[in-house]
């Protein structure tokens, strides 16, 4: 996908990039191999040499570079490339913006879940991040990492991140991720169907105030499907946005 992409490139936007892909040029072997390309004029040697330096960041996996290159918008095509080096993030806090609770944390395989009070640290939080290329969440631009880096100034490692509410976006799924779920029939657990994030603060006050480890179980158990259900997600999601802009 990453490497069916110009998107990159100097002053290409998306109608330049389809205008590319018209041409027959699939893939950026293709681009260069061409000694002309419609469109892009003198610009070609420039272009070239973009790409190459891209190419050598992607398989040297050097995402910082990656994250400075790629507009934001765009990250999501790094998703095919990265998935297996991805970390699905979502964080629970007593209130909107207040202190954080809950983070959780999902490669693909397994959960890591680190609780206020218990085993949330910074430092031990910095070190697990530094393992991903690539950050996946749902709403995370405007609250999970913003909220994080007070909290936590310096944890957030400097890697391309997809907000897969504005991928959702793209191709027509909007709504919150409990309505996007339901949208794709992805299934929680029945004692979890009608938990909401108001819910999950409310959880959390409750396990203070009470000590019963029976509310932040719940607790636990809310915020884990909420990182599980961002892949099966982002795998549509993706996808689908990678077949409207190429259609």
């Known amino acids: 996908m990453i490497r069916k992409s110009f998107i990159f490139l100097d002053r290409v936007g998306l109608r330049k990039e389809k205008s590319i892909w018209n041409q027959g040029i699939d893939d950026w072997d293709n681009f260069i191999s061409k ?15 973009q790409i190459n330096s891209l190419r050598k960041a992607l398989y040297g996996q050097d995402a910082s570079y990656l994250k400075s290159a790629i507009p934001r918008s765009e990250a999501w095509r ?18 909107y913006y207040g202190y954080i609770t809950v983070i959780g944390l999902y490669d ?14 910074k430092n031990i939080l910095k070190k697990e991040l530094a393992k991903y290329k ?20 310096g ?23 409990k309505s996007i779920e339901k949208q794709l029939n992805i299934k929680r ?47 549509f999601a993706v996808k689908e946005l990678w077949n409207k802009i190429r259609n």
Not at 79 to 92: M, N, Q, R, S, T
Not at 108 to 121: A, E
Not at 134 to 153: A, C, H, K, M
Not at 190 to 201: F, I, K, M, Q, S
Request: glycine residues 6%; aromatic residues 10%.
């Open 155 to 177: 944890v957030i490692p400097d890697v391309p991140h997809i907000d897969l509410r504005h991928v959702c976006s793209r191709i027509g799924l909007t709504g919150g991720l």
């Open 108 to 121: 693909g395989y397994n959960t890591k879940m680190m609780i206020k009070d218990i085993n949330l640290d």
């Open 35 to 49: 000694s002309k390309v419609k469109g892009v004029g003198a610009r070609k040697p420039l272009f070239d040499r």
């Open 189 to 235: 657990l029945p004692e979890l169907e009608h938990v909401t994030g108001e819910d999950a603060a409310e959880l959390w006050r409750t396990f203070k105030a009470t000590g019963d480890d029976y509310y932040l179980d719940l607790l636990i158990k809310y915020n884990e499907e909420d990182i599980i259900n961002l892949k099966p997600i982002a795998d």
């Open 134 to 153: 690539l950050i996946v969440t749902f709403n995370g631009s405007s609250f999970d990492l913003p909220v994080i880096e007070r909290y936590f100034q």
């Open 78 to 95: 790094l998703y095919d490339f990265f998935k297996d080096e991805a970390v699905f993030l979502d964080i629970e806090t007593a209130h």
